[in-house]
């Protein structure tokens, strides 16, 4: 079992930046994938980013040029850079981690953009 402690959101204004982490208990190092995913009320969670063991990244198409993410896995952390951000990215932002046909997800934290 994998716990996922995250961290990092909040309220910020249009066109500003935040940064996520998630920290893991254990070794994200042979996870198949770490992601980023978000939900807003009413609606199915979606995915952000996503990167893969062998470092290949997803975003969706309404974050691509704004939103990076990483992972160190001497740190069992997985990030997620947002600049540029805009009232519609508010939402409340999970990171999961796969591995194998295992999924964990993290506690949820809110991002809140104003305009």
């Known amino acids: 079992q994998v716990q996922l402690v995250e961290s990092g959101g909040g309220l910020v204004q249009a066109g500003g930046s935040l940064r996520h982490s998630c920290a893991a208990s254990g070794s994200i190092a042979s996870a198949d994938s770490v992601g980023w995913y978000r939900q807003t009320p009413g609606k199915q969670r979606e995915l952000v980013a996503e990167i893969t063991r062998g470092g290949t990244t997803d975003y969706a198409d309404s974050v691509k040029g704004r939103f990076t993410i990483s992972r160190d896995n001497d740190k069992n952390t997985v990030y997620l850079q947002m600049n540029s951000l805009k009232p519609e990215d508010t939402a409340v932002y999970y990171c999961?981690?796969?591995?194998?046909?295992?999924?964990?997800w993290g506690q949820g934290t809110q991002v809140t953009v104003s305009s």
């Open positions: 999961k981690i796969s591995v194998f046909i295992a999924n964990y």
